[in-house]
């Protein structure tokens, strides 16, 4: 197999910047900004701040670290690691949390009903908003009320639908001990108040103490993003990630590419926002999500519709390898070792000269390894360079 | 990199707020998708909260009370410099300007408000 032209497996960075590992000269290397800090899971396991500018090497889901690049967002709930109660359980006590600190809470409640509760002013949202409601759990012993996903019963929404159908889905593990869950939900109606209730009381039981939470986020898109801590006095917001690298010169060569990428999707908010997008300034090759689950391969300038026209199942969460082979006249796709598409482009894509995630409205993506070859492959071939 | 921290509040409420964000540079993408032109991240906080609501056990006993002024923080990044080498609110937004002595009600992640106001 011959030797990538370009290599980026997350490893060296500095403020703005991210090393590839070839080539050597620097001409690989890509730019980055976020205009303020970000939070990671560090090589520890703990989640921890990084500051303005520096790239974000995530260890949640390996020992091998991703690149993390996510959308703007803010986090509504105000003192995020103890989470709102609209009325006090008996008794909280402090316990580690994910980011290592004595700030996660182990509530009592005395009522069946204590709760944690969030609420949206009439007129903030548009009718069919999503939002997305995630908290960290430990469970001190088991708990002896209702079983529930996550370990907080979501029930007694006001002007909210849950779009959940086991009551939470589980997003991360065993970050210091704690497991992430998250809820979607969605606004009936934008023009009245609304209510998110997530119920402590009757799964806990009530006088026992037997589960912590901590780092409660709700946000106005359809998945979680990476934890955003806010203080007791009000709310707080990340800045957008871009990702981008303008090679010119190198490291592609006309007509005959190989790329492959090794990438975890993490959900995105609108139809056809893309994740990563290999351009030559015109004509372009980009991976969009399409609807849950759902992605689509888009050749604008190289195809009347997508090059995989929404039918790309990817699962959120899980590591994916995608790779397309291109000369003049021929495409070849490539998804974890099967052949997904085969197609005569209408138009061309002869020096890639762009890869960036920083246009449109931006999407979640976890990269851990993005090559290029200067030649075009065999679909056998590019079946190998995708099996996991 | 210079960045600013801005709080403003729109007495004409989200409308007018939202006129002054577009005009800061939105663009369209291919599939029909809005996104800004420019580097600064805004947060609109909504309208300002008057009255908390009230509850018993599970009953509201009143409800949130808000008033007309919607709420908008901005964090400026690379605000070009005048001839004397300052900084100041693009074109049309210091007139909404709040300016506060604590960090208000929202921030920036890892960011002080204090330290970045203009």
């Not at chain 1, 012993?141 to 009551?167: A, H, K, Q, W, Y």
């Not at chain 1, 790329?259 to 004509?283: A, Q, W």
């Not at chain 2, 709080?7 to 989200?14: E, H, N």
Request: charged share 20%.
């Amino acid at each position: 197999m011959a030797t990538p032209s370009l290599t980026m497996i997350p490893s060296g960075y500095k403020a703005q910047k991210v090393y590839s590992v070839l080539p050597t000269n620097g001409d690989g290397d890509f730019t980055f900004d976020r205009n303020d800090a970000g939070s990671r899971v560090n090589k520890n396991g703990l989640i921890e701040q990084v500051a303005t500018d520096i790239p974000r090497l995530d260890y949640s889901d390996s020992s091998c670290p991703s690149l993390l690049l996510e959308p703007a967002s803010t986090n509504l709930v105000i003192g995020s690691a103890e989470g709102n109660y609209p009325h006090l359980p008996a008794s909280l006590t402090n316990t580690i949390s994910p980011d290592g600190t004595n700030n996660a809470v182990i509530p009592t409640p005395q009522y069946t009903w204590i709760r944690y509760q969030e609420i949206i002013p009439a007129g903030t949202y548009l009718n069919g908003q999503k939002l997305t409601y995630s908290w960290y759990r430990k469970r001190i012993s088991t708990p002896t009320g209702v079983s529930v996903n996550g370990d907080l019963e979501v029930r007694g929404l006001i002007n909210l639908t849950s779009l959940e159908s086991n009551n939470a889905t589980q997003i991360e593990s065993n970050i210091n001990g704690f497991d992430r869950f998250q809820v979607v939900v969605e606004i009936i109606n934008g023009s009245l108040e609304s209510e998110f209730r997530a119920y402590v009381g009757d799964v806990v039981g009530v006088g026992n103490s037997s589960v912590a939470y901590f780092g409660h986020q709700f946000e106005a898109l359809p998945y979680a993003t990476s934890y955003i801590p806010t203080p007791i006095t009000g709310t707080a917001s990340r800045s957008a990630e871009t990702f981008s690298n303008d090679f010119s010169s190198q490291p592609t060569v006309a007509n005959t590419n190989t790329v492959v990428l090794k990438f975890i999707p993490m959900g995105f908010s609108t139809d056809f926002y893309e994740l990563l997008r290999f351009s030559d300034g015109t004509n372009e090759i980009a991976l969009e999500g399409f609807q849950t689950n759902n992605y689509d391969v888009y050749g604008s300038g190289l195809a009347s519709s997508g090059m995989v026209d929404g039918a790309l199942s990817l699962d959120a969460g899980s590591i994916n390898i995608i790779s397309f082979s291109y000369s003049g006249t021929s495409l070849r796709f490539s998804h974890n070792g099967s052949t997904i598409n085969t197609t005569t482009p209408t138009g061309n894509l002869p020096t890639i000269t762009e890869v960036l995630n920083n246009a449109g409205g931006l999407s979640p993506i976890k990269i851990l390894d993005l090559r290029v070859y200067n030649d075009f492959k065999t679909q056998e071939e590019i079946n190998t360079l995708t099996t996991i | 990199m210079g960045l600013h921290i801005g709080k403003y509040r729109f007495g004409y409420g989200r409308e007018q707020a939202e006129s002054k964000i577009e005009a800061l540079g939105v663009e369209q993408d291919e599939n029909g998708n809005n996104y800004p032109t420019h580097k600064h991240t805004i947060t609109k906080l909504g309208y300002e909260v008057l009255e908390k609501a009230v509850y018993n056990g599970e009953d509201v006993i009143s409800e949130t009370v808000f008033g007309e002024g919607y709420l908008v923080d901005v964090l400026w990044r690379d605000l070009q410099e005048d001839e004397d080498g300052l900084v100041d609110h693009p074109y049309g937004w210091k007139t909404f300007e709040v300016d506060i002595n604590s960090e208000g009600i929202h921030g920036f992640l890892g960011l002080k408000y204090q330290d970045l106001k203009f």
